[in-house]
Protein backbone atom coordinates (compact mmCIF):
# COMPACT_ATOMS: atom_id res chain seq x y z
CA UNK A 1 0.00 0.00 0.00
CA UNK A 2 1.43 2.98 -1.12
CA UNK A 3 1.64 5.58 1.94
CA UNK A 4 -0.06 8.68 1.75
CA UNK A 5 1.92 12.23 2.14
CA UNK A 6 1.27 13.91 5.14
CA UNK A 7 0.23 17.37 6.18
CA UNK A 8 -0.35 19.64 8.97
CA UNK A 9 -3.06 22.51 8.87
CA UNK A 10 -2.98 24.58 11.89
CA UNK A 11 -5.93 26.81 12.43
CA UNK A 12 -7.83 23.19 11.18
CA UNK A 13 -10.98 23.72 13.27
CA UNK A 14 -11.56 26.90 11.55
CA UNK A 15 -13.43 28.20 8.23
CA UNK A 16 -10.96 27.61 5.86
CA UNK A 17 -9.31 24.88 7.93
CA UNK A 18 -12.31 22.80 7.55
CA UNK A 19 -12.95 23.21 4.12
CA UNK A 20 -9.01 22.44 3.46
CA UNK A 21 -9.62 19.23 5.81
CA UNK A 22 -12.50 18.17 3.46
CA UNK A 23 -10.98 18.43 0.23
CA UNK A 24 -7.77 16.89 0.67
CA UNK A 25 -8.50 14.27 3.42
CA UNK A 26 -8.77 11.05 0.57
CA UNK A 27 -4.97 12.10 -0.24
CA UNK A 28 -2.94 13.38 2.27
CA UNK A 29 -2.36 12.25 6.63
CA UNK A 30 -3.23 15.04 8.19
CA UNK A 31 -2.18 16.58 11.61
CA UNK A 32 -4.68 19.14 11.85
CA UNK A 33 -3.74 21.53 14.70
CA UNK A 34 -6.52 23.63 16.37
CA UNK A 35 -7.41 25.28 20.27
CA UNK A 36 -11.47 23.19 19.79
CA UNK A 37 -12.03 19.33 19.84
CA UNK A 38 -13.03 17.64 16.68
CA UNK A 39 -16.36 17.20 17.95
CA UNK A 40 -16.72 21.11 19.14
CA UNK A 41 -15.73 22.08 15.80
CA UNK A 42 -17.73 19.28 14.49
CA UNK A 43 -15.46 18.24 11.83
CA UNK A 44 -16.28 14.50 11.29
CA UNK A 45 -14.17 11.02 11.76
CA UNK A 46 -11.54 10.19 8.67
CA UNK A 47 -8.91 7.51 8.84
CA UNK A 48 -6.47 9.75 7.43
CA UNK A 49 -6.87 12.51 9.92
CA UNK A 50 -5.14 13.22 13.55
CA UNK A 51 -6.46 15.67 15.75
CA UNK A 52 -3.82 17.26 17.92
CA UNK A 53 -5.70 19.65 20.09
CA UNK A 54 -2.75 22.61 21.21
CA UNK A 55 -2.39 26.14 21.09
CA UNK A 56 0.25 27.57 18.83
CA UNK A 57 1.26 30.14 21.14
CA UNK A 58 1.83 27.30 23.86
CA UNK A 59 5.45 26.15 22.69
CA UNK A 60 5.80 23.62 25.61
CA UNK A 61 2.00 21.49 23.87
CA UNK A 62 3.79 22.35 20.34
CA UNK A 63 6.65 20.67 21.26
CA UNK A 64 4.68 17.76 22.41
CA UNK A 65 2.85 18.13 18.95
CA UNK A 66 6.10 17.64 17.23
CA UNK A 67 7.41 14.55 18.70
CA UNK A 68 3.99 13.12 17.87
CA UNK A 69 4.12 13.40 14.38
CA UNK A 70 7.38 12.16 14.48
CA UNK A 71 6.41 9.36 15.62
CA UNK A 72 4.06 8.79 13.34
CA UNK A 73 6.85 9.28 10.56
CA UNK A 74 6.85 13.39 10.43
CA UNK A 75 5.16 15.26 7.83
CA UNK A 76 6.14 16.43 4.57
CA UNK A 77 4.17 19.86 4.28
CA UNK A 78 2.99 22.73 7.29
CA UNK A 79 -0.02 24.87 6.08
CA UNK A 80 -0.04 27.47 9.14
CA UNK A 81 -3.64 29.20 8.43
CA UNK A 82 -4.07 29.91 12.32
CA UNK A 83 -4.11 34.08 13.04
CA UNK A 84 -6.39 36.34 15.55
CA UNK A 85 -8.55 38.72 13.58
CA UNK A 86 -11.34 41.47 14.71
CA UNK A 87 -13.42 44.46 13.49
CA UNK A 88 -12.68 46.41 16.32
CA UNK A 89 -9.52 47.56 14.53
CA UNK A 90 -8.21 47.61 18.73
CA UNK A 91 -5.03 46.10 19.63
CA UNK A 92 -5.46 42.93 21.03
CA UNK A 93 -2.54 40.74 22.49
CA UNK A 94 -3.50 37.67 20.76
CA UNK A 95 -2.37 40.00 17.50
CA UNK A 96 1.60 39.06 18.85
CA UNK A 97 0.92 35.94 20.55
CA UNK A 98 -1.06 34.33 17.77
CA UNK A 99 0.03 35.91 14.40
CA UNK A 100 4.05 36.64 15.63
CA UNK A 101 4.84 34.57 18.20
CA UNK A 102 2.41 31.67 16.86
CA UNK A 103 3.85 31.76 13.65
CA UNK A 104 7.36 31.84 15.30
CA UNK A 105 6.38 28.34 17.05
CA UNK A 106 4.77 27.30 14.41
CA UNK A 107 8.33 27.46 11.98
CA UNK A 108 10.51 26.24 14.99
CA UNK A 109 7.88 23.67 14.75
CA UNK A 110 8.38 23.13 10.90
CA UNK A 111 12.17 22.80 11.72
CA UNK A 112 11.67 19.72 14.08
CA UNK A 113 9.36 17.52 11.73
CA UNK A 114 12.04 18.44 8.71
CA UNK A 115 8.72 19.93 7.00
CA UNK A 116 9.31 19.95 2.52
CA UNK A 117 7.73 23.40 2.49
CA UNK A 118 5.91 25.44 5.20
CA UNK A 119 3.11 27.47 3.17
CA UNK A 120 2.04 30.87 5.38
CA UNK A 121 -1.43 32.34 4.89
CA UNK A 122 -0.79 35.99 4.61
CA UNK A 123 -3.33 38.52 3.48
CA UNK A 124 -4.15 41.17 0.94
CA UNK A 125 -5.77 43.20 3.14
CA UNK A 126 -2.50 43.64 4.78
CA UNK A 127 -1.54 46.08 2.01
CA UNK A 128 -2.65 49.07 2.10
CA UNK A 129 -5.04 50.47 -0.54
CA UNK A 130 -3.41 51.59 -3.76
CA UNK A 131 -3.42 55.02 -5.03
CA UNK A 132 -6.30 55.11 -8.13
CA UNK A 133 -4.89 53.23 -11.17
CA UNK A 134 -2.32 51.36 -9.14
CA UNK A 135 -2.59 47.33 -8.28
CA UNK A 136 -1.36 45.21 -5.88
CA UNK A 137 0.85 42.29 -6.95
CA UNK A 138 3.09 39.89 -4.88
CA UNK A 139 5.71 42.51 -4.84
CA UNK A 140 4.05 45.07 -2.65
CA UNK A 141 4.91 45.16 0.74
CA UNK A 142 2.41 44.62 3.35
CA UNK A 143 2.25 48.28 4.25
CA UNK A 144 -1.26 48.70 6.25
CA UNK A 145 -0.81 50.41 9.60
CA UNK A 146 -3.18 48.83 11.57
CA UNK A 147 -2.45 45.96 14.38
CA UNK A 148 -3.31 42.97 12.06
CA UNK A 149 -1.65 43.72 9.03
CA UNK A 150 1.14 44.93 11.17
CA UNK A 151 1.19 41.39 12.99
CA UNK A 152 1.26 39.80 8.91
CA UNK A 153 3.82 41.83 7.80
CA UNK A 154 6.05 40.69 10.87
CA UNK A 155 4.98 37.24 10.43
CA UNK A 156 6.15 37.25 6.36
CA UNK A 157 9.27 38.55 7.90
CA UNK A 158 9.93 35.63 10.16
CA UNK A 159 8.56 33.32 7.27
CA UNK A 160 11.29 34.85 4.72
CA UNK A 161 13.67 34.66 7.12
CA UNK A 162 13.59 30.39 7.92
CA UNK A 163 13.33 30.35 3.89
CA UNK A 164 17.20 29.41 4.29
CA UNK A 165 16.75 26.50 6.53
CA UNK A 166 13.57 25.03 4.33
CA UNK A 167 11.52 26.03 1.87
CA UNK A 168 8.57 28.97 2.47
CA UNK A 169 5.63 30.17 0.79
CA UNK A 170 3.55 33.20 1.71
CA UNK A 171 -0.11 32.81 0.20
CA UNK A 172 -2.10 36.32 0.71
CA UNK A 173 -5.65 35.49 0.60
CA UNK A 174 -8.42 37.58 -1.02
CA UNK A 175 -11.22 37.46 1.19
CA UNK A 176 -12.96 33.94 1.37
CA UNK A 177 -15.79 33.06 0.57
CA UNK A 178 -18.06 29.84 0.54
CA UNK A 179 -21.84 29.15 -0.80
CA UNK A 180 -22.62 30.05 2.72
CA UNK A 181 -21.25 33.08 2.70
CA UNK A 182 -18.99 32.42 5.95
CA UNK A 183 -17.53 36.08 4.88
CA UNK A 184 -18.40 38.20 7.89
CA UNK A 185 -18.65 41.89 6.34
CA UNK A 186 -20.53 40.38 3.09
CA UNK A 187 -23.04 38.86 5.26
CA UNK A 188 -23.63 41.82 6.91
CA UNK A 189 -23.87 43.77 4.02
CA UNK A 190 -26.64 40.96 2.44
CA UNK A 191 -28.34 40.75 5.43
CA UNK A 192 -28.98 44.47 5.71
CA UNK A 193 -29.66 45.26 1.83
CA UNK A 194 -31.93 42.12 1.62
CA UNK A 195 -34.06 43.12 4.41
CA UNK A 196 -36.59 45.74 5.17
CA UNK A 197 -34.65 48.16 7.62
CA UNK A 198 -34.49 51.70 7.14
CA UNK A 199 -30.98 51.56 6.03
CA UNK A 200 -31.56 48.72 3.72
CA UNK A 201 -30.79 50.69 0.56
CA UNK A 202 -27.72 52.82 1.97
CA UNK A 203 -24.44 52.43 -0.03
CA UNK A 204 -21.30 54.62 1.33
CA UNK A 205 -20.06 56.86 -0.75
CA UNK A 206 -20.74 56.12 -4.78
CA UNK A 207 -20.38 52.61 -4.15
CA UNK A 208 -16.84 52.00 -5.52
CA UNK A 209 -15.54 50.34 -2.15
CA UNK A 210 -13.97 47.63 -3.71
CA UNK A 211 -11.85 44.51 -2.56
CA UNK A 212 -11.13 41.39 -4.12
CA UNK A 213 -13.27 37.62 -3.39
CA UNK A 214 -11.85 33.99 -4.04
CA UNK A 215 -14.48 31.06 -3.43
CA UNK A 216 -12.96 28.85 -1.17
CA UNK A 217 -12.69 25.69 -3.33
CA UNK A 218 -10.13 27.96 -5.45
CA UNK A 219 -8.40 28.80 -2.34
CA UNK A 220 -8.70 25.12 -1.52
CA UNK A 221 -7.35 24.18 -5.38
CA UNK A 222 -4.76 26.58 -5.25
CA UNK A 223 -3.40 25.43 -1.90
CA UNK A 224 -3.01 22.22 -3.19
CA UNK A 225 -1.28 23.18 -6.71
CA UNK A 226 1.35 24.59 -4.54
CA UNK A 227 1.76 21.33 -2.60
CA UNK A 228 1.77 19.07 -5.73
CA UNK A 229 4.02 21.34 -7.49
CA UNK A 230 6.45 22.13 -4.62
CA UNK A 231 9.38 20.45 -6.32
CA UNK A 232 9.22 23.10 -8.93
CA UNK A 233 9.07 26.23 -6.75
CA UNK A 234 11.20 28.25 -5.57
CA UNK A 235 12.62 28.24 -2.02
CA UNK A 236 10.52 31.31 -1.02
CA UNK A 237 7.96 33.29 -2.97
CA UNK A 238 5.08 35.22 -2.89
CA UNK A 239 1.70 34.31 -4.50
CA UNK A 240 -1.67 36.06 -4.59
CA UNK A 241 -4.59 33.61 -3.62
CA UNK A 242 -6.87 35.98 -5.46
CA UNK A 243 -8.61 37.04 -8.68
CA UNK A 244 -7.45 40.09 -10.66
CA UNK A 245 -9.29 43.01 -10.19
CA UNK A 246 -12.17 44.30 -7.41
CA UNK A 247 -15.32 43.93 -6.53
CA UNK A 248 -17.46 47.08 -5.51
CA UNK A 249 -19.98 47.39 -3.08
CA UNK A 250 -22.61 48.59 -5.82
CA UNK A 251 -21.84 45.82 -8.26
CA UNK A 252 -22.95 43.18 -5.13
CA UNK A 253 -25.97 45.52 -4.11
CA UNK A 254 -27.56 45.47 -7.66
CA UNK A 255 -26.85 41.82 -8.35
CA UNK A 256 -28.22 40.69 -4.60
CA UNK A 257 -31.41 43.01 -4.83
CA UNK A 258 -32.30 42.28 -8.31
CA UNK A 259 -31.79 39.00 -7.83
CA UNK A 260 -33.56 38.70 -4.36
CA UNK A 261 -36.29 41.20 -5.20
CA UNK A 262 -37.11 40.33 -8.75
CA UNK A 263 -36.86 43.98 -9.69
CA UNK A 264 -33.58 46.58 -9.70
CA UNK A 265 -33.31 48.61 -6.40
CA UNK A 266 -32.04 52.22 -6.48
CA UNK A 267 -29.33 52.48 -3.55
CA UNK A 268 -28.95 55.61 -1.32
CA UNK A 269 -25.64 56.96 -1.90
CA UNK A 270 -24.41 58.10 1.88
CA UNK A 271 -22.08 60.58 1.52
CA UNK A 272 -18.37 60.41 3.09
CA UNK A 273 -19.03 63.21 4.81
CA UNK A 274 -21.91 62.16 6.66
CA UNK A 275 -20.83 58.64 7.33
CA UNK A 276 -19.59 59.65 10.80
CA UNK A 277 -22.73 61.27 12.11
CA UNK A 278 -25.06 58.67 10.43
CA UNK A 279 -22.72 55.64 12.51
CA UNK A 280 -22.78 57.99 15.37
CA UNK A 281 -26.54 57.90 15.44
CA UNK A 282 -26.72 54.04 15.00
CA UNK A 283 -24.81 53.84 18.46
CA UNK A 284 -26.98 56.34 19.96
CA UNK A 285 -29.94 54.03 18.89
CA UNK A 286 -28.52 51.38 19.78
CA UNK A 287 -27.37 52.46 23.46
CA UNK A 288 -30.80 53.88 24.26
CA UNK A 289 -32.18 50.33 23.09
CA UNK A 290 -34.42 51.67 20.19
CA UNK A 291 -32.51 49.57 17.89
CA UNK A 292 -31.81 45.29 18.45
CA UNK A 293 -28.65 45.17 16.48
CA UNK A 294 -25.32 46.09 17.29
CA UNK A 295 -23.78 48.10 14.60
CA UNK A 296 -21.51 46.21 12.33
CA UNK A 297 -19.61 49.35 10.85
CA UNK A 298 -16.65 50.98 12.33
CA UNK A 299 -15.60 54.25 12.64
CA UNK A 300 -12.03 53.02 11.14
CA UNK A 301 -13.71 51.56 8.22
CA UNK A 302 -14.93 55.38 6.80
CA UNK A 303 -11.52 55.98 5.44
CA UNK A 304 -12.06 53.63 3.07
CA UNK A 305 -14.87 54.52 1.60
CA UNK A 306 -14.62 54.35 -2.03
CA UNK A 307 -11.24 52.97 -2.39
CA UNK A 308 -10.71 50.43 -4.30
CA UNK A 309 -7.41 46.82 -3.13
CA UNK A 310 -7.04 46.48 -7.08
CA UNK A 311 -5.05 42.97 -7.34
CA UNK A 312 -3.50 42.11 -10.09
CA UNK A 313 -2.19 38.47 -10.00
CA UNK A 314 -0.52 37.23 -12.78
CA UNK A 315 2.48 36.55 -11.70
CA UNK A 316 0.90 33.47 -9.37
CA UNK A 317 -1.57 32.53 -12.13
CA UNK A 318 2.09 32.42 -14.46
CA UNK A 319 4.10 30.54 -11.88
CA UNK A 320 1.30 27.91 -10.61
CA UNK A 321 -0.81 27.67 -13.78
CA UNK A 322 -3.45 28.18 -11.87
CA UNK A 323 -6.53 30.10 -11.92
CA UNK A 324 -9.71 30.99 -10.80
CA UNK A 325 -12.48 29.27 -11.45
CA UNK A 326 -14.97 31.12 -13.66
CA UNK A 327 -17.70 30.27 -11.88
CA UNK A 328 -16.79 31.05 -8.43
CA UNK A 329 -16.29 34.37 -8.93
CA UNK A 330 -18.43 36.31 -6.87
CA UNK A 331 -20.48 38.32 -9.63
CA UNK A 332 -21.54 35.03 -10.65
CA UNK A 333 -22.02 32.94 -7.44
CA UNK A 334 -23.68 35.04 -5.44
CA UNK A 335 -26.58 33.50 -7.25
CA UNK A 336 -25.42 30.26 -5.02
CA UNK A 337 -25.50 32.38 -1.98
CA UNK A 338 -28.87 34.00 -2.27
CA UNK A 339 -30.22 30.57 -2.88
CA UNK A 340 -28.77 29.24 0.49
CA UNK A 341 -30.34 31.81 2.37
CA UNK A 342 -33.46 31.44 0.82
CA UNK A 343 -33.86 28.21 1.20
CA UNK A 344 -31.86 27.58 5.00
CA UNK A 345 -32.43 30.87 6.31
CA UNK A 346 -31.70 29.56 9.83
CA UNK A 347 -28.40 27.50 8.68
CA UNK A 348 -27.54 30.51 6.67
CA UNK A 349 -27.82 32.75 9.67
CA UNK A 350 -25.93 30.46 12.45
CA UNK A 351 -22.79 29.55 10.02
CA UNK A 352 -22.65 32.94 9.26
CA UNK A 353 -23.00 34.42 12.96
CA UNK A 354 -19.79 32.08 13.91
CA UNK A 355 -17.47 33.75 11.86
CA UNK A 356 -17.77 36.96 13.80
CA UNK A 357 -16.94 35.27 16.64
CA UNK A 358 -13.34 35.79 17.66
CA UNK A 359 -11.53 34.01 20.71
CA UNK A 360 -8.27 35.56 21.57
CA UNK A 361 -7.65 32.69 23.84
CA UNK A 362 -10.15 29.98 24.50
CA UNK A 363 -10.62 29.57 28.64
CA UNK A 364 -10.96 26.00 28.33
CA UNK A 365 -7.47 26.11 26.86
CA UNK A 366 -6.00 27.97 29.77
CA UNK A 367 -8.45 25.83 32.58
CA UNK A 368 -6.59 22.68 30.75
CA UNK A 369 -2.81 24.21 30.49
CA UNK A 370 -3.13 24.69 34.11
CA UNK A 371 -4.37 21.41 35.54
CA UNK A 372 -1.92 19.89 33.31
CA UNK A 373 0.90 21.72 35.08
CA UNK A 374 -0.69 21.58 38.21
CA UNK A 375 -1.33 17.77 38.18
CA UNK A 376 0.97 16.29 40.75
CA UNK A 377 -0.04 19.44 43.36
CA UNK A 378 -4.14 18.80 42.62
CA UNK A 379 -3.86 14.73 43.02
CA UNK A 380 -1.58 14.68 46.02
CA UNK A 381 -3.74 17.66 47.80
CA UNK A 382 -7.07 15.51 46.64
CA UNK A 383 -5.96 11.99 47.95
CA UNK A 384 -4.36 13.40 51.25
CA UNK A 385 -7.62 15.32 51.73
CA UNK A 386 -10.01 11.90 51.45
CA UNK A 387 -7.48 9.17 53.25
CA UNK A 388 -6.88 11.88 55.90
CA UNK A 389 -10.62 12.29 56.57
CA UNK A 390 -11.86 11.31 59.52
CA UNK A 391 -12.08 7.84 60.29
CA UNK A 392 -16.11 8.01 60.79
CA UNK A 393 -16.49 10.19 57.79
CA UNK A 394 -17.73 8.80 54.03
CA UNK A 395 -14.68 8.17 52.93
CA UNK A 396 -13.88 4.81 55.20
CA UNK A 397 -13.95 2.70 52.39
CA UNK A 398 -10.79 4.43 50.12
CA UNK A 399 -8.68 3.36 53.31
CA UNK A 400 -9.54 -0.25 52.38
CA UNK A 401 -8.32 -0.61 48.70
CA UNK A 402 -4.84 -0.99 48.06
CA UNK A 403 -2.81 1.64 47.30
CA UNK A 404 -2.12 1.88 43.95
CA UNK A 405 -5.79 1.29 42.85
CA UNK A 406 -6.76 4.16 44.69
CA UNK A 407 -3.91 6.12 43.05
CA UNK A 408 -5.31 4.60 40.04
CA UNK A 409 -8.45 5.88 40.41
CA UNK A 410 -8.07 9.34 41.60
CA UNK A 411 -5.68 9.72 38.70
CA UNK A 412 -8.12 8.23 36.34
CA UNK A 413 -10.95 10.57 37.23
CA UNK A 414 -8.52 13.81 37.56
CA UNK A 415 -7.86 12.86 33.62
CA UNK A 416 -11.38 12.42 32.73
CA UNK A 417 -12.01 15.55 34.19
CA UNK A 418 -9.25 17.18 31.98
CA UNK A 419 -10.64 15.35 28.81
CA UNK A 420 -14.17 17.13 29.42
CA UNK A 421 -12.51 20.32 29.82
CA UNK A 422 -10.15 19.96 26.52
CA UNK A 423 -13.02 18.87 24.26
CA UNK A 424 -16.26 20.92 26.00
CA UNK A 425 -17.81 17.44 25.73
CA UNK A 426 -19.60 16.53 28.94
CA UNK A 427 -20.87 13.50 27.54
CA UNK A 428 -17.21 12.12 28.10
CA UNK A 429 -17.44 12.39 31.70
CA UNK A 430 -20.91 11.26 31.84
CA UNK A 431 -20.15 8.02 29.96
CA UNK A 432 -16.94 7.03 32.05
CA UNK A 433 -18.65 8.35 35.40
CA UNK A 434 -21.24 5.72 34.84
CA UNK A 435 -18.14 2.83 33.86
CA UNK A 436 -16.61 4.13 37.09
CA UNK A 437 -19.90 4.38 39.38
CA UNK A 438 -20.77 0.50 38.30
CA UNK A 439 -17.42 -0.90 39.29
CA UNK A 440 -17.62 0.90 42.37
CA UNK A 441 -21.12 -0.39 43.37
CA UNK A 442 -20.33 -3.83 42.64
CA UNK A 443 -17.48 -3.24 45.34
CA UNK A 444 -19.89 -2.04 48.03
CA UNK A 445 -19.56 1.63 47.51
CA UNK A 446 -22.40 3.72 48.13
CA UNK A 447 -23.25 6.99 46.23
CA UNK A 448 -22.74 9.56 48.58
CA UNK A 449 -18.79 8.09 48.44
CA UNK A 450 -18.41 9.04 45.23
CA UNK A 451 -20.40 12.25 44.69
CA UNK A 452 -18.59 12.76 48.11
CA UNK A 453 -15.03 12.61 45.55
CA UNK A 454 -16.48 14.42 43.38
CA UNK A 455 -17.16 17.22 45.04
CA UNK A 456 -13.48 17.24 46.55
CA UNK A 457 -11.75 17.47 43.49
CA UNK A 458 -14.54 20.19 42.63
CA UNK A 459 -13.90 22.33 45.66
CA UNK A 460 -9.87 21.85 45.50
CA UNK A 461 -9.32 22.12 41.95
CA UNK A 462 -11.17 25.17 41.88
CA UNK A 463 -9.99 26.89 45.29
CA UNK A 464 -6.08 26.08 43.78
CA UNK A 465 -6.41 27.52 40.20
CA UNK A 466 -8.71 30.82 41.48
CA UNK A 467 -5.09 31.42 43.13
CA UNK A 468 -3.54 32.16 40.22
CA UNK A 469 -3.76 35.46 38.86
CA UNK A 470 -3.87 34.41 35.31
CA UNK A 471 -7.44 32.64 36.62
CA UNK A 472 -8.84 34.85 38.92
CA UNK A 473 -10.77 36.47 36.52
CA UNK A 474 -12.39 33.75 34.85
CA UNK A 475 -13.91 32.62 38.22
CA UNK A 476 -17.01 32.04 36.33
CA UNK A 477 -15.52 29.85 33.88
CA UNK A 478 -13.76 28.03 36.54
CA UNK A 479 -17.77 27.05 38.25
CA UNK A 480 -18.67 26.09 34.52
CA UNK A 481 -15.41 24.06 33.26
CA UNK A 482 -14.82 22.35 37.01
CA UNK A 483 -17.85 23.25 39.08
CA UNK A 484 -20.92 22.30 36.71
CA UNK A 485 -19.40 19.56 34.90
CA UNK A 486 -18.61 17.63 38.50
CA UNK A 487 -22.20 18.73 39.80
CA UNK A 488 -23.59 16.77 36.34
CA UNK A 489 -21.54 13.72 37.52
CA UNK A 490 -23.38 13.45 40.83
CA UNK A 491 -26.49 14.23 39.30
CA UNK A 492 -25.45 11.08 36.76
CA UNK A 493 -24.26 8.80 39.53
CA UNK A 494 -27.54 9.11 41.96
CA UNK A 495 -29.69 8.62 38.92
CA UNK A 496 -27.46 5.59 37.92
CA UNK A 497 -27.78 3.69 41.46
CA UNK A 498 -31.36 4.53 41.80
CA UNK A 499 -31.61 2.23 38.40
CA UNK A 500 -28.67 0.02 38.91
CA UNK A 501 -30.05 -3.13 40.26
CA UNK A 502 -33.13 -2.71 38.27
CA UNK A 503 -31.51 -3.12 35.00
CA UNK A 504 -28.36 -5.64 36.63
CA UNK A 505 -28.87 -8.38 39.17
CA UNK A 506 -26.46 -7.85 41.12
CA UNK A 507 -24.38 -11.19 40.94
CA UNK A 508 -23.92 -9.98 37.19
CA UNK A 509 -22.44 -6.92 38.30
CA UNK A 510 -19.05 -8.28 39.09
CA UNK A 511 -18.76 -10.24 36.14
CA UNK A 512 -19.65 -7.39 33.42
CA UNK A 513 -17.35 -6.27 31.16
CA UNK A 514 -18.48 -2.94 32.01
CA UNK A 515 -15.61 -3.56 35.22
CA UNK A 516 -12.82 -2.61 32.87
CA UNK A 517 -9.30 -3.11 35.24
CA UNK A 518 -8.47 0.29 36.71
CA UNK A 519 -5.02 0.37 34.68
CA UNK A 520 -6.88 -0.43 31.25
CA UNK A 521 -9.43 2.39 32.30
CA UNK A 522 -6.79 4.75 33.00
CA UNK A 523 -4.91 4.64 30.29
CA UNK A 524 -8.41 4.82 28.06
CA UNK A 525 -9.07 7.94 29.28
CA UNK A 526 -5.19 9.48 29.11
CA UNK A 527 -5.63 9.23 26.05
CA UNK A 528 -9.41 11.04 26.05
CA UNK A 529 -7.26 13.52 28.17
CA UNK A 530 -3.93 13.76 25.56
CA UNK A 531 -3.69 16.91 23.28
CA UNK A 532 -3.85 14.34 20.22
CA UNK A 533 -7.35 12.41 20.55
CA UNK A 534 -8.22 9.11 19.77
CA UNK A 535 -12.34 9.02 20.41
CA UNK A 536 -14.19 6.75 21.76
CA UNK A 537 -17.04 7.01 19.28
CA UNK A 538 -14.77 6.66 16.61
CA UNK A 539 -12.78 3.44 17.70
CA UNK A 540 -13.78 0.45 19.15
CA UNK A 541 -10.05 -0.34 20.10
CA UNK A 542 -8.91 -3.58 21.90
CA UNK A 543 -6.79 -3.41 25.37
CA UNK A 544 -3.62 -4.14 22.53
CA UNK A 545 -4.46 -1.46 19.99
CA UNK A 546 -4.87 1.03 22.97
CA UNK A 547 -1.75 0.08 24.68
CA UNK A 548 0.28 0.72 21.51
CA UNK A 549 -1.20 3.73 20.61
CA UNK A 550 -0.28 5.48 23.74
CA UNK A 551 3.45 3.64 23.10
Given at each position: MTQLPSIVITGASGFIGSYLIDYIK?????????????????????????????????????????????????????VHL????????????????????GTKNMLDFSALVKTKRFIFASSIAACEFPSYGNVITEKTSPDANYHYAISKKLGEVLVKNYSDRFPCTIVRFAAVYSDWCEFAPLYKFLTSWLSKKLESKIIGGKGESAIPYIHIRDLCQMLKTIIDRTSELLPFDVYNASPNGSISHKEIFEISTRYFFGEMIKPIHLPKLLAYPALVLKRLLKSFKLVC?????????????????????????????WLPTARYHLTRRLLFLLEKLKSHPDEWRVKNEATLKRFARRTNLIIYEKMIEQKEVLLTKISEIIINENPNGIFGRYRE???????CYMSALYHLLLATIRSSDRSLLLKYIDDIAIRRFAEGFEPNILCGTLKVFSDTIIHHLSAYKELSNIKQELYDNIGLSLQIAQDEVEDLYDNLVKKMPIEMISKSSLLPDCKELQKMIHQLSAFYQVSPEDFNL?????????K
Open positions: EDFKIFAIARRSRKEANIPYHQNLHWLQCDISNWVTLNEAADYINKQGGTDFVAAFYDFTYKDNTAYKNVNVDDEPFEQFWMIRYIDKKLEVDSSYTQSVLNMPLNDFQTSAELQNTL
